[in-house]
């Protein structure tokens, strides 16, 4: 077992405490070079993570195929024990976890980090308690034959996660290939890697040394010799289309598994007997507001009946003016930062692009921050767009930002249709008081995770996954750890 890591409480000890270093076999391990960690609500530098490049990538690949068959060889519900156990090592510490988080990431501590780290933190509970549904089954092929299947882990999984919710979506990867039987080596968002290096060496407690590693660098360097390795048995990414495109004619290359997370333009179609009042507030949810609209799954289209649009725009309004932007670690604030300052830029040109549109209106809410000890080119309103066109870019593309496009529809056929003109199939939501036109709609819409009536975020034992260009495979789901992190083998015995 890997020694007892003695966490510290202060996140400034925790940024030196992973400075420049990486975690393989149980142990940090000093890099060669480093990339600078930026504070988004400050500007400031909060730290220094490790640059990895093909040596250090292949140290982790080379411990994490030495631990893997005596780790797979373990029962699968001793392996689900000590992952149990290690969520509850997670929760011991997840007020000093949501502080790094939010000092990385800029999202605010009370509306964003701390139901992070308890997320994610539950889902890998969640799959260690799902040790023992690892089965396979018997086949009625004859009589006088022995004919079953087996469930056997992969290997060594490569999980890369992003920065908006990497706790949430490092714990969607590195929970079931764990528990499967598989080994693991994370890299991290090199935007917000501190937060994943805490959560995983906490894990590590519960570990055998080498059953998982962490590693942080850019894409380029660290990233394509991570799913470019040969003894690399299966890749799970969340992030860009574009990355995510190049990753799966990586696995194809290899002829290897690939799961895929990537973007969204998610519809939100609000009927015209709908509860009004829920549904401007799960249209700040699902917009996800409070985390800066970054998320795949924002739910950034939005259809409102010709009957409800007046006042549900007056009524959005008025909640969106009432949310604090300011300094994640307040208190009292609900919205933070853009995670940097390219991204800041991408969601300006977007806003740019509409507000140039004849006819469109663009209406921002909410009270930028004060200057003093803040970096305000971060900080951004919550932006609602009206009177776009259907093709607009605002409309058709991803923006990953707190902009969301609100319009009119009368025709239900023409509606269904619109929420369904994107290349993207993730999430979708419908509001109505009528179970017929729920079933209906639900049915008839081209997204992986429709919603009646609320928007939740990602929720273990609700699958989750979209269609088309928003990826491939399930994840949160007992399923998703069978069909994506073990293979199943046919066994069949004679002994007449």
């Not at 790094?100 to 890998?124: M, P, Q």
Request: net charge negative.
């Amino acid at each position: 077992m890997p020694e007892q890591f003695a966490i510290l409480a202060v996140p400034d000890e925790i940024f030196e405490r992973y400075r420049q270093v990486n975690l393989i076999d149980g142990v940090r391990v000093p890099a060669k070079a480093a990339l600078d960690v930026i504070n988004p609500a400050t500007g400031l530098v909060i730290g220094q993570a490790a640059a990895s490049g093909r040596a250090e990538t292949g140290a982790a690949v080379a411990s994490a195929k030495a631990a893997q068959e005596s780790w797979a060889q373990l029962p699968a519900r001793e392996r689900g024990k000590r992952v149990t156990a290690a969520a509850r090592a997670v929760l011991e510490k997840a007020e000093v976890i949501a502080q790094v988080l939010a000092r990385e990431t800029g999202k605010a501590i009370r509306t964003e980090c701390r139901g992070e780290v308890a997320v994610a933190a539950d889902i890998v509970e969640f799959y260690g308690n799902l040790g023992s549904e690892l089965k396979g089954q018997t086949v009625p092929y004859n009589p006088r034959m022995l004919t079953m299947t087996t469930r056997e882990p992969l290997g060594v999984v490569a999980a890369i996660v992003p920065w908006n919710v990497p706790l949430v979506l490092f714990a969607l990867k590195v929970g079931p290939a764990l528990v499967a039987g598989n080994t693991v080596v994370v890299k991290s968002s090199e935007e917000a890697p501190f937060a994943t290096f805490l959560m995983a060496e906490l894990l590590m407690q519960h570990l055998p040394a080498g059953v998982l590693n962490v590693i942080n660098g850019t894409g380029k360097d660290c990233g394509a010799a991570l799913t470019g390795h040969p003894d690399i048995a299966k890749i799970t990414f969340t992030g860009s289309e574009a990355v995510g495109e190049e990753i799966n004619k990586v696995g194809a290359g290899r002829i290897i598994p690939v799961s895929l997370e990537l973007g969204g333009k998610s519809p939100m179609i609000v009927c015209a007997d709908a509860d009004l009042d829920k549904a401007v507030t799960g249209a700040i949810a699902g917009m996800r507001f409070t985390r800066q609209g970054q998320s795949c799954t924002a739910a950034s289209r939005i259809y409102v009946h010709d009957s409800l649009i007046s006042a549900f725009l007056e009524r959005l309004g008025a909640q969106l003016d009432q949310l604090v932007i300011g300094d994640p670690l307040d208190e009292k604030t609900d919205i933070g930062t853009i995670i940097n300052a390219r991204q800041a830029a991408r969601i300006k040109a977007y806003v740019a692009q509409a507000e140039a549109t004849e006819g469109a209106t663009v209406a921002r809410y909410g009270t930028l921050p004060p200057d003093a000890g803040l970096s305000p080119d971060l900080f951004a309103q919550p932006t609602i767009v009206t009177g776009l066109p259907d093709d607009h870019p605002c409309v058709m593309e991803e923006i990953f930002g707190p902009v969301a496009v609100v319009s009119g529809w009368s025709d239900y056929d023409a509606v269904i249709a619109l929420a369904n003109s994107t290349h993207y199939g993730l999430a979708a939501s419908v509001w109505t008081r009528s179970l017929s036109l729920a079933l209906d709609s639900t049915a008839r819409l081209n997204a992986g995770y429709v919603q009646v009536n609320q928007n939740l975020t990602i929720q273990p034992n609700v699958s989750y996954g979209g269609f088309g260009r928003s990826g491939q495979g399930k994840e949160a789901s007992l399923e998703a750890m069978v069909e994506h992190f073990t293979r199943s083998k046919t066994i069949v015995m004679n002994f007449d």
